[in-house]
């Protein structure tokens, strides 16, 4: 029997091909995990079955309308957070953090692209992490590789997957959640507060200047709003939206979180139509918005499978070894119905790819049909090891990937949706480059991942006033 589902304009169209949220397990799969005690992992899922589900249908459905408005090019979309979290992460401080960042980004690229901005956190259930080999070697000893907070822990002792981590990984991103959603209605995102734009750290005086230039004007629009009173009724100065999102990588573990609910009434703002709200769909509970990795999109595969009968928006990513009839079969598989804005299609190329590659994949989906958000990770093709073999990667080389991308992207008219970032909102040392001058040798001053490394605030700051500037200068 096929499932009814719901498309953004309100109509219904059945689920093609019989779909179930355990259908995937007749296909092959990558990135598995061979759990030792099959009997655990089943204890570990019939716990999850039952527990509540984290997100809601009423959040899911308000994301994908955000998500319309991005691809018709009338919003921008902010992505970022950590490339894995840690169960150690969940931490007021460590999370409130980067909602701050987050919030700073997202206003700097409000005034340089003049567009509202959909905010989408790595936070709340982003631990797992695949790996390009399953073991590695630790004091000349060969064990499994860390594949994240969710799977096994990273000390040596720690490298057998075990199933309770599920469960733990539940109620660590419930938690912090629920400090997510509390800070926000606290008023952390409040714009009647001052914010906190120290510029100590540029070291060039003129970028410096340009900066203070941008600050001064964010905050002088502000200043205005306050003083006409035109934001005694406006809540959006009060609070924003973030959602939150992950890999869509252990598929028992989001099977166990998919829900068959009514969706929500009244979903649709005035240009759609609005349907019962006693029809029901499949939504993944476990976050609002979800991908597939450069590792696990294989159109046969597992993971398609699954992410093909979901309601939730979803993301792709798109890696130097995609050919564009290939990306074109995947969209048709997972997004038959052609909504604008249900898939986000994440390039990840490097700095010295994105020019040979990007031009050939929008071609090939605007002949589709498909209407898809456009966003750049300049992040993963841009990753290398110093001398001293530690990973590391360069501002410049996430800049020039992201400016190379705006270029193309309005040589083929089109336009880029949206910015995907592994960052955090500490002061760490993972990066080298930006106004801070960190070189390889400053690495080991605060290099704390466990996986990849991330811009810490002052970078990712920059790159957002940046990317700002491109808008402004057209």
């Not at 249908?57 to 319309?68: A, D, H, Q, W, Y």
Request: charged share 25%; aromatic share 6%; hydrophobic share 35%.
């Amino acid at each position: 029997m096929s499932e009814s589902k719901l498309t953004v304009n309100g109509t219904r169209e059945k689920v093609k091909d019989a779909w179930s949220p355990s259908s995937w397990t007749t296909k092959p799969i990558k990135q598995d995990v061979a759990y030792a005690d099959r009997s655990a992992v089943d204890a570990a899922l019939s716990k999850l079955r039952i527990l509540p589900p984290l997100v809601t249908p009423l959040e899911i459905v308000k994301l994908r309308n955000s998500l319309r408005e991005v691809a018709l090019g009338n919003a921008f979309l902010l992505q970022g957070g950590d490339c894995a979290e840690l169960f150690e992460y969940c931490e007021e401080s460590v999370i409130e953090s980067k909602i701050k960042l987050l919030l700073q980004m997202s206003l700097v690229l409000i005034w340089g692209a003049n567009k509202p901005v959909v905010r989408i956190a790595r936070m709340a259930g982003q631990f797992a992490k695949p790996r390009s080999s399953l073991t590695e070697i630790v004091d000349g000893k060969e064990i499994p590789s860390f594949r994240g907070d969710n799977i096994n822990g990273f000390r040596p002792e720690d490298r057998t997957p075990d199933p309770a981590r599920l469960v733990s990984a539940y109620f660590h991103s419930a938690s912090t959640l629920n400090c997510i959603r509390a800070s926000l209605a606290s008023g952390i995102a409040d714009l009647h507060r001052p914010l906190d734009w120290g510029l100590g750290h540029v070291k060039d005086d003129s970028i410096k200047a340009r900066y203070q230039h941008i600050v001064e004007s964010i905050t002088e629009s502000l200043r205005f709003m306050r003083t006409v009173g035109a934001d005694s009724t406006a809540s959006g100065l009060e609070t924003v939206d973030l959602y939150t999102s992950h890999e869509g990588l252990l598929l028992e573990y989001e099977e166990a979180l998919t829900r068959h609910l009514r969706h929500p009434t009244n979903a649709f703002d005035s240009k759609t139509t609005v349907i019962s709200g006693e029809q029901k769909g499949w939504y993944n509970t476990s976050a609002h918005f979800l991908w597939i990795g450069d590792r696990t999109r294989q159109i046969e595969g597992a993971h398609v499978e699954y992410f093909r009968g979901l309601e939730n928006p979803i993301g792709i990513k798109v890696g130097p070894t995609m050919e564009g009839d290939e990306l074109v079969r995947l969209l048709d598989v997972v997004n038959p119905d052609k909504e604008v804005g249900k898939v986000t299609l994440i390039t990840r190329y490097g700095e010295k790819k994105v020019e040979s590659l990007l031009g050939n994949h929008i071609e090939a989906v605007k002949s589709s049909g498909h209407t898809v958000v456009w966003q750049c990770d300049p992040m993963h093709g841009n990753t290398f090891s110093t001398p001293a073999g530690i990973k590391t990667r360069h501002f410049s080389s996430i800049l020039a990937e992201v400016a190379s991308a705006l270029k193309i992207h309005k040589q083929h008219g089109s336009f880029l949706g949206g910015v995907h970032l592994e960052l955090t909102g500490d002061a760490v040392t993972e990066c080298v480059g930006g106004s801070e001058g960190l070189t390889p040798e400053d690495l080991n001053l605060n290099y704390t991942t466990y996986c990849d490394p991330r811009l810490n605030e002052k970078q990712a700051l920059e790159l957002a006033f940046l990317v700002a500037g491109h808008y402004r200068t057209g």
